[in-house]
């Protein structure tokens, strides 16, 4: 079993930057890839970012050069930094987590860009 808690959303200007953190309950070690999917009112959810637990990284083509995503496994933490945030990035996101038996996932952040 792993327990996700999302941290880190709110409200920011177009243009700004948020960081959002992911605790997981239990070590990370155990866990293979993670990330961070985000859904849009009235718009299905989409994977934004994925990390393996060998540090491979993979991001959808709207956030490519605005978005990190990493993981401190001694943390047993998973981070998403956005920069140059823009009001299409406003969506709930959710962090998950890939053991070798399931996806476990958070309960959901909000982020809004708007002036």
């Known amino acids: 079993q792993v327990q996700l808690v999302e941290s880190g959303g709110g409200l920011v200007q177009p243009g700004g930057s948020l960081r959002l953190s992911c605790a997981a309950s239990?070590?990370?070690?155990?866990?293979?890839?993670m990330g961070w999917y985000r859904q849009a009112p009235g718009k299905q959810r989409e994977l934004v970012a994925a990390?393996?637990?060998?540090?491979?990284?993979n991001y959808t083509d709207s956030v490519k050069g605005r978005f990190t995503i990493s993981r401190d496994n001694a943390k047993n933490t998973l981070y998403l930094q956005m920069n140059s945030l823009k009001p299409e990035d406003t969506a709930v996101y959710y962090c998950?987590?890939?053991?070798?038996?399931?996806?476990?996932w958070g309960q959901g952040i909000q982020v809004t860009v708007s002036s």
């Open positions: 990390i393996t637990r060998g540090g491979t990284t």
């Open positions: 998950y987590a890939d053991t070798w038996r399931r996806r476990y």
């Open positions: 239990r070590s990370m070690f155990s866990i293979n890839e």
